[in-house]
């Protein structure tokens, strides 16, 4: 189980169909629309700078 970076949902890696590799690294999506988020602005999400709830 691994946490969506977005949402913060805990979600199963072996069975979410959303997954995106940046930087060789392997990040999980609950959904289509936080995977978009994170795929517009990876450095962001993961600096901490965005906040999906601000960030809509």
Known sequence: MV???I???IID???TP???EYKGTAY???GMGCM???ERDPE???SGKK???KDE
């Open 7 to 9: 949402c913060n949902m």
């Open 3 to 5: 946490k969506d970076i």
């Open 18 to 20: 959303f997954r995106y």
């Open 36 to 38: 978009k988020r994170f």
């Open 51 to 53: 906040d999906w709830i």
């Open 44 to 46: 962001g999400y993961l």
């Open 13 to 15: 890696e072996n069975t």
């Open 28 to 30: 999980y999506f609950c």
